[in-house]
């Protein structure tokens, strides 16, 4: 069954916009530079880099190709490829993650909305690193504030998702993905030129290059199982692989898209900026010697002291904040769209309902979030708080199995021609490079995926 007037999307521009709108986004800029500060930098990049060409990229193909071969949501999706098996599962899995992503997604996403405020009043102004650090503890252990900013950018989700694919999802990705490459760009130069910082009396407090030597120099004694699984667990995150959100975006996909082309650009779109991100921030870190291990408040409280080093400093705090919010926006509306997109096909609801209510939910899943930083920060699940629960349990798990039942539906339920051509619009591909796609998704990803996950839960090794 396909769905009579489907909306879609309407330029390859505006496909690359909103995948690449997807992948870029907290996973970019907020999580990326704390995992590569707390798992030895550049050891976690080439890991990372290893995750991202053999496992991620084929994923992706796959989840593009079932999204355009059957124009349904991701569940559906899989009843319609292969009927009467449980392969559905897989989609359902694929909401449930979505929701719980969106949860703590959109507390972190309404943080960006509190500093967007602060830079307006200019409150950075003359802080140093660990005055901005206090500032953001304080702030995000305060039980109000941030409940109500996560609400506020719940909100503004909604909104664009209500709007639809080619009037709401298209329309701002296509207008805010470019600003957002040009001000990482300019902060990634800002920051590698800071050079050398010395105190009064003239002694070195820090040196900007060796900021990129962490980020580039491996230090392999740090890896160890669990940064292997949090690699594996960050190149499916940030690139918005293993729960559908790929196959959503799919089915809103022309016939006449190249998905392999488009699939290598979102790819290389998302890994690039992650690395600028790293590039913006590490050389800061260590100009102002800030430990690189502090963690999620990494970004919040280390980009406002490069800022206030900067000509036109306001400006910039301002531009940054206001482009951290949309890299957030253009990805949450992703996470959304997947949970919508199901319930309003098959509740048969109109889209403005299925987005009310599943907005809803999630919010008020998304405020337990919020208050584990301060009223319920007891209550933890295996030794996590919700917040961190919510992350973990998503990131390291839901999505590297869901992405492995991809790979294995893609390689072994579908046809291999069935395949080819959805992938490569009837040959436009060589075929050495096709079946070496093929024997990744059929063998190695999934296998790769497997050994990860078994060691990290100690059933090997
Ligand atoms: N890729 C997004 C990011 O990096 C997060 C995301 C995950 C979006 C999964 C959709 C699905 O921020």
């Not at 396909?2 to 907290?26: E, H, M, Q, W, Y």
């Not at 339920?413 to 796609?437: C, D, H, P, R």
């Given at each position: ?26 996973g970019?800029?907020?999580k990326f530079?704390y995992e590569v500060g707390q798992n030895g930098g550049g050891a976690f990049l080439i890991l990372y880099f290893f995750f991202v060409v053999v496992i991620g990229?084929p994923v ?26 449980p392969w559905?599962l897989t989609?359902v899995m694929g909401v449930a993650a979505a929701f719980m992503i969106?949860s703590f997604y ?112 491996p230090d392999f004694s740090k890896i160890d199982i669990d940064v292997v699984l949090d690699a594996l667990g960050q190149a499916f995150f940030s690139l918005s692989l293993g729960m559908g ?47 690189p291990t502090?963690g999620p ?68 899943l998304?405020?337990a979030c919020?208050?584990s930083?301060?009223?319920l920060k007891d209550v933890t699940i295996l030794g996590r708080n919700i917040f961190d629960t919510m992350d973990h349990v998503s990131s390291n798990f839901l999505l590297p199995i869901g992405g492995m039942f991809i790979a294995i539906f893609?390689g072994w ?27 990744i998704i059929r063998f190695v990803a999934p296998i790769a995926i497997a050994i990860v996950f078994l060691y990290s839960v100690g059933l090997l090794g």
């Open positions: 069954m396909s769905i009579p007037n489907r909306d879609s999307f309407t330029s390859k521009f505006g496909v690359i916009a909103a995948a690449a709108g997807s992948a870029v986004g907290l970019n800029i907020w530079p990229l992706m193909m796959s989840e593009f190709v079932i999204g355009r071969k059957t124009n349904v949501n991701a569940v559906r999706a899989f009843k319609k490829l292969s009927p009467n098996k559905y989609g969106l959109g507390v972190v996403a309404g943080w960006t909305l509190e500093y967007i405020h602060l830079a307006i009043i200019n409150a950075f102004k003359g802080q140093s690193p660990e005055e901005l650090s206090k500032g953001f503890n304080g702030f995000i252990t305060n039980p109000i504030k941030p409940v109500i900013w996560q609400m506020i950018f719940m909100i503004l989700t909604a909104v664009v998702v209500i709007g639809g694919i080619k009037n709401g999802i298209e329309k701002i990705t296509k207008i805010l993905m470019p600003v957002l490459f040009l001000i990482i760009v300019l902060m990634g130069i800002r920051s590698l030129t800071l050079g050398v910082n010395t105190s009064e009396s003239g002694e070195i407090i820090g040196r900007s290059v060796d900021g990129l030597k962490f980020l580039f120099r959100t790929i196959i959503t975006y799919g089915s809103y996909i022309g016939k006449n898209n190249n998905l392999k082309k488009t699939a290598v650009e979102v790819a290389f779109l998302d890994t690039l900026i992650a690395i600028l991100a790293g590039v913006a921030i590490f050389p800061a870190v260590f100009y102002f010697n800030v430990a502090e408040g990494l970004v919040f409280s280390v980009l406002p002291s490069i800022f206030q080093k900067m000509v036109g400093g306001y400006v910039w705090t301002l531009a940054f904040f206001v482009l951290f919010a949309v890299a957030a926006l253009t990805s949450s509306i992703s996470l959304l769209e997947v949970a919508v997109a199901y319930f309003a096909e098959e509740l048969k609801v109109k889209r403005v309902t299925a987005t009310i209510i599943v907005a809803s939910l999630i919010t008020i998304g405020v919020s208050l930083n301060s009223v893609t339920a579908m046809k291999k021609s069935e395949f080819f051509n959805e992938l490569t619009n009837q040959g436009a591909i060589k075929v050495k490079l096709f079946s070496g796609i093929y024997f």
